[in-house]
């Protein structure tokens, strides 16, 4: 088991490398479509160019519900009884949808044909939503855990009333507490920017089953900005260690 949650992690940074081209082809694709309708042949590139990667990123999560599943057994472990929840109903879900998109995968290349399409690939939207869901919840849990304890440090309290007493004016066209609360939550933000980043990646993956689901209708401009963003945070953490939230 080990050897193959090994073997199946050294797919993550051509995943997201193939995660990245793809939503970039749809965002090139759409504001192509929209500014002019004299490039079809480059259009019909791009769209070729995207479906190859989704179908090679299919190729590449053929491992990751064990990944999954091995995930949720070790956050089972966690003290902290949110994250312990948080966590391992998102690894849960997440290895539901990979399990969705691994019968997907073999219906395209004909391993399995009396299957509904539509009802899988709705199925796969759902686990991806529930699972960014719990991995949002535990993004807002650290944000909180990380504003309550830099609240309570004497420094900061003298920084939040300097900046306070230096900004007069925004009293006029701000409340006060509120000025104070985003000023707290901006520091605690730029202090851990491993949350930062796991909150705006998550934020920017939501859009995605949004609009599939048709809960919060966009249009693929959005949804390949968002996708595209989401993937170069994800490169950037996987080279970056220190940047990727834990656990």
Not at 34 to 47: F, G, I, P, T
Not at 194 to 200: E, G, Q
Request: charged residues 20%; proline residues 3%.
């Amino acid at each position: 088991m080990d050897a193959v949650v090994k073997f199946t992690n050294q797919s993550q940074g051509r995943d997201r490398v193939f995660r990245a081209t793809q939503y970039a082809c749809a965002l090139s694709i759409y504001l192509l479509q929209k500014k002019s309708s004299e490039r079809k042949d480059l259009v019909a590139k791009l769209k070729s160019l995207e479906a190859t990667m989704s179908a090679g990123r299919k190729l590449f999560r053929l491992g990751n519900t064990l990944n999954s599943i091995e995930a949720a057994k070790r956050t089972m472990q966690l003290s902290d009884p949110v994250l312990c929840l948080c966590l391992t109903v998102a690894n849960i879900n997440r290895a539901l949808y990979f399990i969705c998109d691994n019968v997907l995968w073999a219906r395209s290349v004909g391993l399995i044909r009396d299957i509904d399409k539509e009802h899988w690939s709705l199925n796969a939207s759902r686990c991806y939503f529930f699972s960014l869901v719990m991995n949002l919840s535990r993004d807002v849990y650290e944000i909180i855990q990380l504003m309550v304890q830099k609240a309570r440090k004497g420094h900061f309290r003298q920084k939040m009333d300097q900046h306070l007493s230096e900004n007069p004016e925004v009293a006029e066209v701000v409340i006060p507490q509120l000025d104070a609360f985003l000023f707290l939550l901006l520091e605690s933000l730029k202090s851990h920017p491993a949350v930062a980043l796991d909150t705006l990646k998550n934020t920017c993956d939501l859009f995605i089953p949004l609009d599939r689901l048709g809960i919060y209708k966009s249009n693929a401009g959005v949804v390949g900005f968002c996708g595209l963003i989401s993937s170069l945070i994800g490169i950037v953490t996987l080279a970056q260690p220190k940047l990727k939230i834990k656990p």
